[in-house]
């Protein structure tokens, strides 16, 4: 079993920046793809960022340019750097570990920008 704990969350104004993290403990080694989503109020979760077993990284649309994905060597710490953070960024961003036994969670962390 693998677990996810983000942290990271703030408050911050339109513009500015955030670096969120996710600790990974456990099965880690059974870790393959590990992505970031989030889910703003009465929306339905979305991806946002993908990171792969080769390094390579995936940007939904909506915040390429903007958000860079990362990990460390260990492949047990993850993270979402945020740039340019925009009002419409505000939602919960969860980190999720795509494993040979399935997917695992982590319980979240609140993002707010300000206008």
Not at 87 to 113: F, H, I, L, M, S
């Amino acid at each position: 079993q693998v677990q996810m704990v983000e942290s990271g969350g703030d408050l911050v104004q339109a513009g500015g920046s955030l670096r969120l993290s996710c600790a990974a403990s456990g099965s880690i080694v059974g870790i393959s793809a590990v992505a970031w989503y989030r889910q703003a109020p009465d929306k339905q979760r979305e991806f946002v960022a993908g990171i792969y077993p080769s390094g390579s990284a995936k940007y939904d649309d909506s915040v390429a340019g903007r958000f860079r994905i990362s990990r460390n060597k260990a492949y047990n710490m993850f993270y979402l750097q945020m740039n340019n953070l925009k009002p419409e960024d505000t939602a919960v961003y969860y980190c999720k570990a795509a494993t040979n036994r399935g997917d695992y969670w982590g319980q979240g962390t609140q993002v707010t920008v300000s206008s």
